[in-house]
């Protein structure tokens, strides 16, 4: 198998990271094509280096419908477009604040980047992108994944590789620091491409620091606590 890089802008569109919490990352490098009016982070227990990587409107820790409706509120008087982000370990949001997104997604007012970040989550829609940091832990649970992907639009689901071509591949990519992605974005079946981790990463600045100095506090404290 032989495989192209992805250079296709997302920005509006829906992505699911496949990542654990030590691995959470953003593709900066496929969102970044619009000025964003408001960038929002969901976050869980748990904080992950996202929180730190970049400059956020509003983070959020949803506990109750209070709380999402806060945040539906704030997405409603938003104009242009928004950067939405689930971070690892974060709520499931509930029906009606899914429904809210559909709805304002279908008005067109305001163009709504969503992106989910974990492994073995629920992901209320179809993506438009998968991307996976990488397979190489991982390479049969990401076959399955992508051998579950549904037909969409006018193509049918993902036309499974061979077992072992897909392994060939998995371990080429893993030995070369890249990633994978599958989208069917500007294609006419579900395809896969190589991403590179690295031309992702936001400047790491005194801000980012500081956010990671108190995640590391969280962590000794929570610590404390427990012990």
Not at 61 to 79: C, F
């Amino acid at each position: 198998m032989e495989l192209e890089g992805f250079s296709t802008s997302l920005a509006g569109r829906a992505l699911y990271i496949y990542a654990n919490p030590d691995e959470a990352w953003i593709p900066w490098e496929f969102i970044n094509g619009t000025q964003y009016s408001c960038k929002i982070l969901i976050r869980g227990d748990t904080t992950t280096v996202v929180e730190a990587e970049n400059n956020w409107t509003a983070v959020f820790r949803p506990s109750g419908p209070r709380d999402w409706s806060m945040l539906a509120t704030v997405i409603r008087g938003a104009t242009g477009s928004v950067l939405l982000t689930f971070d690892s370990g974060c709520p499931r949001a509930p029906e009606a604040f899914i429904s809210f997104l559909d709805s304002t997604l279908a008005t067109g007012r305001t163009i709504v980047t969503r992106i989910w970040i974990g492994v073995g989550i629920e992901v209320p829609c179809i993506p438009d992108a998968i991307f996976f940091p990488s397979v190489s832990t991982a390479q049969t649970t990401v076959y399955e994944i992508l051998g579950r992907l549904p037909a969409r639009n006018t193509h049918g689901p993902w036309k499974r590789a061979a077992l072992a071509d897909w392994l060939s591949l998995c371990a080429a990519t893993a030995a070369a620091h890249l990633g994978l992605v599958i989208t069917d974005i500007e294609e006419s079946e579900w395809s896969l491409f190589w991403h590179k981790i690295a031309d992702s990463v936001a400047p790491f600045g005194l801000k980012q620091g500081l956010a990671l100095a108190r995640a590391g506090l969280a962590i000794v404290e929570k610590y404390n606590t427990t012990a």
